[in-house]
């Protein structure tokens, strides 16, 4: 058995509320949140009710294909946001994890020259990770189960569509 890291939604509100504690004792506070689709979703909605910022944007960045198997470089999937819309805001880009760092790479690229700062907020982070989070909750090496991604995808039960 793989050794893995394991957070619980119980785990996860801890985390999320220590994240947003260190972004609001810092000297960042984001005009918007930008969540990276689809493992930054859940934690970005979360800290923007933490941080009590009703600006949250996603944008669709594919890169992991199955358990520790990727793509050769991060994919920005369609509909693709405006960067203009980030024009002079101060922006938290959120994600679940900087495992690479390749993601988060990519996205503060597109963020470059248009908005008036950019920090990233990540609930884990990995040591070979070539971005290092502004805002890190936990620090692992191992592969992180979430929560919203362990479970297999619902399916239509059999007996239902047979009704």
Known sequence: MVDR???????????IRELAQQVADSDF???????????????????????????????????????????????MLPPFLDARDLDAAKVLVVDDVADTGKTLELVHQFCAGHVAEVRTAVLYEKPRSIIKGD?????????????????????????????
């Not at 923007?48 to 994919?75: M, Q, W």
């Not at 929560?147 to 009704?163: G, L, Y």
């Open 135 to 163: 805002f890190t909750w936990r620090y692992t090496d191992r592969w992180i189960n979430f929560p919203w991604s362990t479970e297999p995808p619902v399916t239509p039960r059999s007996d239902v569509r047979d009704a």
């Open 29 to 75: 506070t984001p005009d918007i949140l930008l969540g990276i689709a689809r493992g930054g979703l859940v934690p970005a909605g979360a800290l923007a009710y933490a941080l009590d910022c009703k600006n949250l944007f996603t944008i669709s960045v594919e890169f992991y294909t199955g358990v520790d198997a990727r793509l050769d470089v991060p994919v």
């Open 5 to 15: 890291e394991i957070l619980t939604y119980g785990l996860f509100g801890e985390g």
